[in-house]
């Protein structure tokens, strides 16, 4: 039964490999016989990654531990879901959950009709081309499908820290974010091959940039959410080197959308985008597997294997080296010469493109530096987050300035005394907000305060931009999305600093019937008790939260004892209110009387996270109003 | 020389500037706040004391946790050749283990103490820091 299945698997990745050999016939002279469509192909090399997809899904909800990767990743006593994601928690299964994204872009291109033929020929050729490479790096070198002759009672199990059910969606949604610049990767190749960068790329481009962005927006938001209520440690970004390996393509690809936009209103900045592009696809490739490698020295790498690195290090180097060689051959065709004055809304997008590389390149050495100092002096270090807070505070305060600009300045040319004199009651009412507060919260440091007003300004002016307020109804605007997302990223922003000024944080040592205190908040230690779960045995702290002696809920923070395979956690207990989390993690007990327990005040927790949707929504309705408000366009 | 081209070159002279002192702005606030790994061994011979914040990794030895109550913790850590006596207040984490290995993050004090500040967690119960193992290569106390 488990070698049949083996075999069918097996046939279905061969079969995957020999139809994009086919759909990669459109770059080479072959003569093209026709005998199925590109969408037909393209369904084919779809649905066989799929039926293999379901198969694996099959081997681990029924536990078949004849084949290895089941009999590593999975346990027959774990809750569904967690078989579940057994599935892509795992190299293998991972990388064929990669492959299967990689197949349904190049399957819905191959449906899509806003390119030409010919284009959408070479298209789904270069995809076909990278899709053939990854197919055969796993049959050969991470095959999902092998088969043990042991007759395994039971699996090892996942690792607990990964059972968690927020953890089974984000692989897969930060996947469909990565694997969405493959196919803007080969949409800048087939753009340069035909020297056709051009108003009409960037209008079948930008659907699918946005939607790509969306989603690695919302993977990386969804990691940081379960790193800030799993880990315990009370933050949601660590500057950790594998959530650097997620915010670089994030840093380039946000640079990218600009690009995109320009492009299809200006018809210029060709080149940047294509560099953009290529850049965008390299650092996620180098994003999911660096992180699987092993390279990378951090506490999110579960599934790694130092030898596959090489493969994936080859293979980006192969793309890397081919697609800039190209760029270097036709940049100079491609670029038309660009006329617009110095303030338009062309250079302040540009310098904002600039701002983000600045961050992007602040990332990649403070990510790099480990790396090297480890190679080459054989010198063990890390870089301190105080390293990122001083290189970035500076490039966010002049990036969040030229957000507040770009968009009120045209695409000719603008006065800025005129856009200033527009802004007037935004300004006097923010200013007043951010003197208030200063005051109200006795806040002195300059760039906090700085940061906290520019915010303040970019939400009004976004949102005032989005929306067009007339007596009785609000009209939503063409550059709906936009606006929201900008001003989704100034409360983003003021979340971030408010929450680095005003977190607070306590432990105690606490016994049973004990009441502890942090700032106005009481905590009613009431007692401790023990728990037998299916897959877990757990100590359970109960607490209740009070403030002014009104009674604000109840907390549960407990610690985890799982068997297969044996690994403690804890789980932190939280209460959401408006503006700030309070939030409770306790330690393994060390002894019988008393336990360890460590308060959080986490304020503006919840705005936060509200920025960060905004931020995703927006560029969603953006991918989904792309044709409309470009028609819109051409009749103005 | 051409105008077009001239002017390409001073455009392209201008960002290289601009870029390189970008670049050493960087690397020069990088420098600070970078945090050295050491051994025990290592520590003694570089005699690390004072107010610079480093890290220091090994194996806690077996019978050395001492817990003080308030959340105050002593133990001591090991390559096998020295030990650092490490004193700590706060949570330590769910995998802080006798035998295991233990990466501390703070201050080597002037009497030969360690007064860490953070007690780094790792998720996996079989995972040693790279760092650890590398110097318990170096110690010849690593078994596969």
Redesign the interface.
């Known amino acids: 039964m488990s070698l049949a299945i083996n075999y069918i698997a097996n046939s279905l990745l061969i079969l995957c490999l020999v139809t994009s050999i086919i759909q990669s016939r459109f770059l080479f002279k072959i003569k093209n016989y026709n005998l199925l469509s590109i969408s037909q192909i393209s369904a084919i090399q779809f649905l066989s990654i799929l039926v293999s997809f379901v198969i694996l899904i099959f081997l681990f909800i029924t536990s078949d531990f004849n084949f290895d990767l089941v009999y590593f990743h999975s346990h027959s006593e774990k809750p569904l879901i967690y078989k579940l994601s057994g599935v892509w928690g795992n190299h293998e299964g991972s990388m064929l959950l990669w492959i299967l994204i990689l197949v349904l872009f190049n399957f819905l291109f191959s449906l899509s009709k806003s390119s030409s033929q010919k284009f959408k020929e070479i298209t789904v050729a270069v995809q076909s081309l990278m899709i053939f490479g990854f197919v055969l790096f796993l049959l050969l070198l991470s095959n999902p499908f092998n088969i043990n002759n042991e007759n395994f009672n039971d699996g090892l199990g996942l ?1 607990p ?1 990964l059972q968690d059910p927020l953890l089974a969606i984000h692989p897969p949604i930060l996947y469909i974010g990565y694997v969405g610049f493959s196919l803007i990767f080969s949409l800048s190749i087939t753009g340069l091959l035909t020297s056709e960068v051009d108003k009409k790329w960037a209008t079948v481009a930008k659907p699918w940039v946005f939607a790509a962005w969306s989603f690695l927006t919302a993977g990386i938001a969804l990691g940081s959410y379960w790193a800030y209520y799993e ?1 315990g440690w009370g933050g949601y970004w660590f500057w950790d080197p594998v959530e650097n390996a997620s915010l670089m393509p994030w840093l380039s690809a946000t640079a990218l959308i600009h690009c995109v936009v320009v492009l299809q209103r200006r018809n210029t900045m060709q080149s940047w985008t294509m560099v953009l592009a290529i850049l965008t696809f390299s650092l996620s490739l180098a994003g999911t597997f660096l992180v699987r490698s092993g390279v990378l ?1 951090s ?1 999110h790498t ?1 599934a790694s294997d130092p030898g596959r690195g090489l493969f994936i290090l080859i293979f980006l180097f192969i793309i890397l080296s081919s697609s800039f060689l190209l760029f270097a051959l036709k940049s100079e065709r491609i670029n038309k010469p660009s006329l617009h004055n110095i303030s338009s809304r062309n250079t302040g997008i540009m310098v904002n493109n600039w701002l983000l590389i ?1 961050i992007l ?2 990332v990649f ?2 990510t790099m ?2 790396l090297a100092t480890d190679l080459l002096y054989n ?6 987050p ?2 990122y807070a ?2 970035i505070t500076p490039i966010i305060i002049l990036f969040l300035f030229f957000m507040i600009l770009s968009p009120k300045l045209s695409w000719e040319e603008s006065k800025l005394l005129k856009i200033l004199d527009g802004m007037r009651y935004i300004l006097i009412s923010c200013l007043t907000i951010t003197f208030i507060t200063t005051l109200y919260y006795d806040l002195f440091n300059v760039t906090e305060i700085l940061i906290i007003f520019l915010s303040l300004i970019l939400i009004m002016s976004s949102l005032t931009s989005g929306l067009n307020f007339k007596s009785t109804k609000v009209i939503v605007k063409s550059n709906f999305g936009q606006s929201m997302a900008h001003a989704g990223f100034g409360i983003f922003m003021l979340a971030v600093v408010s929450n680095a000024v005003y977190s607070q944080e306590k ?3 606490a016994k049973v019937g004990s009441k502890l205190q942090l700032n106005e908040y009481i905590f009613d230690f009431k007692n401790i008790e023990k728990e037998e779960k299916v897959n877990f045995n757990s100590i359970k702290a109960y607490l209740s939260l009070s403030k002014n002696g009104k009674d604000l809920g109840g907390f549960t923070p407990e ?1 985890r004892f799982y068997s297969d ?6 789980e932190t207990s939280i209460i959401h209110q408006f503006f700030s989390d309070i939030y409770v ?1 306790m ?2 007990p ?2 019988q009387e ?1 336990i ?1 327990l ?1 308060l959080h005040i986490k304020p503006f927790m919840n705005i936060l996270w509200l920025g960060v949707v905004m931020i995703i929504l927006g560029g969603i309705i953006t991918a989904i109003l792309n044709k409309k408000s470009y028609r819109e366009n051409e009749i103005n | 020389m051409t105008d077009t081209v001239k002017k390409r070159l001073i455009k392209f002279l201008v960002s290289l500037i601009i870029f390189g002192i970008a670049i050493l702005i960087i690397v020069y606030n990088l420098r600070d706040n970078i945090v050295y790994f050491y051994s025990p061994t290592e520590i003694i011979e570089n005699n690390q004391t004072g107010s610079q914040i480093v890290r220091l990794g090994g194996l806690v030895e077996s019978e050395s946790v001492v817990s003080d109550g308030d959340s105050i913790f002593r133990f001591r850590i090991t390559d096998g050749q020295q030990q650092i006596s490490v004193k700590y207040q706060g949570i330590l984490p769910n995998l802080f283990a006798e035998e295991k290995g233990v990466v501390v993050e703070g201050i080597y004090m002037n009497d030969g103490r360690f007064i860490a500040n953070k007690v780094l967690a790792k998720h996996d119960e079989n995972y040693m820091p790279p760092e650890v193992i590398k110097s318990l290569k170096e110690t010849g106390k690593w078994q596969e």
Do not use: A, C, K, M
Request: no cysteine.
């Open positions: 690792n820290i880990l020295n506490v579960f600045s390149i602040v050495l403070g530096y480990p010198q063990s270090l890390t870089v301190g105080q390293y001083i290189s432990i105690y040592e610690i395979p044996p690994t403690i956690t804890s993690v330690n393994v060390q002894n008393s360890s460590r």
